[in-house]
């Protein structure tokens, strides 16, 4: 499957726009929480560069949402040698650095397997990782080493890797459009259901006020004949 994107008449301006929009593609296939083997069957979908750009993407989440504790915690970490590849495709060599510093904190220089993970980061002094979140933001807080704007040049200087022939549409739009038609009729059934339980529920609801007040009327008119 080709998750490449049909060519715009212009290219974004926005880093952040024309960094996601190469990507999204890949980021709704790829399942961290399925394993390294299922995560490798949709990353070889890829072209090299949108590899390197999803898993950059995933790092700076990561780091922005919890620092380096969080990114080798979660399943992210899975990434790390497409994180390193990828910074190294889009000459972030302070960034590399920075996250081989991180990796050096680990007995081996990696993290462990899962079972002894937890164990291993919670001996490792916060103060450690702390310092690296601290470098990491300042760092990605110039413009010159922003990693929305290398990426985003690494896009501009390739754009066969990311967008289709001009004319030729990824096999992925049709589907996903078609998935979001199906969705929106969902939620529009769903809708409709509610309305019509709502309708009858207040038509009911008028009967028996109409029942309750022809029975009082009936009642009243015993009373009187009486």
Same mark, same amino acid.
């Given at each position: 499957m080709?998750?490449?994107?049909?060519?715009?008449g212009r290219?974004?301006a926005d880093d952040?726009?024309?960094w996601?929009?190469?990507?999204?593609?890949?980021?709704?296939?790829?399942d961290?929480?399925?394993?390294r083997?299922r995560?490798?069957a949709?990353?070889?979908?890829?072209?090299a560069?949108?590899r390197?750009?999803l898993?950059?993407?995933?790092w700076?989440?990561?780091?922005?949402?919890?620092?380096?504790?969080q990114?080798f915690?979660?399943?992210?970490?899975?990434?790390?040698?497409?994180?390193?590849? =990828?910074?190294?495709r889009?000459?972030a060599?302070p960034h $590399?650095?920075l996250? @081989?510093? #991180?990796l !050096?904190l680990f007995?081996?220089?990696?993290?462990?397997?899962a079972?002894r993970l937890?164990?291993t980061?919670?001996?490792i002094?916060?103060?450690?990782?702390a310092?690296?979140?601290g470098e990491f933001?300042?760092?990605c807080?110039?413009?010159?080493?922003?990693l929305?704007?290398l990426c985003?040049?690494?896009?501009?200087?390739?754009?066969?890797?990311?967008f289709?022939?001009? =004319?030729?549409q990824?096999?992925?739009?049709?589907?996903? $459009?078609?998935?979001e @038609?199906? #969705?929106? !009729?969902?939620?529009?059934?769903?809708?409709?259901a509610?309305?019509?339980?709502?309708?009858s529920g207040?038509k009911?609801?008028s009967a028996a006020g109409?029942?309750?007040?022809?029975g009082r009327?009936?009642?009243?008119?015993?009373?009187?004949?009486r």
């Amino acid at each position: 499957m080709d998750l490449r994107i049909p060519r715009p008449g212009r290219v974004p301006a926005d880093d952040s726009e024309l960094w996601w929009s190469v990507i999204e593609n890949l980021y709704w296939r790829a399942d961290l929480s399925r394993g390294r083997k299922r995560l490798e069957a949709t990353l070889r979908q890829a072209t090299a560069g949108q590899r390197a750009l999803l898993a950059i993407h995933w790092w700076q989440s990561e780091m922005d949402n919890g620092g380096f504790h969080q990114f080798f915690w979660n399943p992210s970490g899975l990434l790390i040698d497409d994180v390193l590849s =990828g910074l190294a495709r889009v000459e972030a060599q302070p960034h $590399a650095g920075l996250l @081989r510093r #991180a990796l !050096a904190l680990f007995p081996g220089g990696r993290p462990p397997a899962a079972s002894r993970l937890q164990r291993t980061l919670d001996a490792i002094p916060p103060r450690r990782f702390a310092a690296l979140d601290g470098e990491f933001q300042r760092l990605c807080g110039r413009r010159p080493t922003r990693l929305d704007g290398l990426c985003a040049r690494y896009v501009r200087s390739n754009l066969d890797e990311f967008f289709l022939p001009k =004319g030729e549409q990824t096999a992925a739009a049709p589907r996903r $459009a078609k998935a979001e @038609r199906k #969705a929106a !009729a969902g939620v529009i059934a769903e809708l409709d259901a509610l309305i019509a339980t709502i309708h009858s529920g207040g038509k009911a609801a008028s009967a028996a006020g109409a029942r309750a007040r022809g029975g009082r009327k009936s009642s009243t008119r015993r009373r009187s004949r009486r």
